[in-house]
């Protein structure tokens, strides 16, 4: 099993910053991506960002967030700058994995972190 655990959720003003983080643990032999999604109230999950062979940002984040990783600690980073009120969603971290070198990669995620933006 992989299991994936974020931290860094919270409240914080319009316009402000907030960092959450999201690491994997468990049997792995290769993580392929890592990324976040997030849902808001009442909508479909949407992707944020996603770190493959390359890094793409959804339009509504680009210029704003930021995603890093910790390869050694299989741990990924969301930055997250000049927060909007409609960034308010709980985040949730995915990761494709394979745990073996025999093994398919698989997607994991994480349990959400809620980020709640005040206007």
């Known amino acids: 099993q992989v299991q994936l655990v974020e931290s860094g959720g919270g409240l914080v003003q319009a316009g402000g910053s907030l960092r959450v983080s999201c690491e994997a643990s468990?049997?792995?032999?290769?993580?392929?991506?890592m990324g976040w999604y997030r849902q808001a109230p009442g909508k479909q999950r949407e992707l944020v960002v996603i770190?493959?062979?390359?890094?793409k940002y959804a339009d509504s984040v680009k210029g704003r967030f930021i995603i890093s990783r910790n390869k050694t600690k299989n741990t990924v980073y969301l930055q997250m700058n000049d927060l909007k009120a409609t960034d308010t969603a709980v985040y949730y971290c995915?990761?494709?994995?394979?745990?073996?070198?025999?093994?398919?990669?698989?997607?994991?995620w994480g349990q959400g972190t809620q980020v709640t933006v005040s206007s």
């Open positions: 468990g049997t792995i032999f290769k993580i392929n991506a």
């Open positions: 995915t990761a494709v994995v394979q745990r073996t070198s025999w093994s398919p990669a698989v997607s994991y």
């Open positions: 770190d493959s062979a390359s890094t």
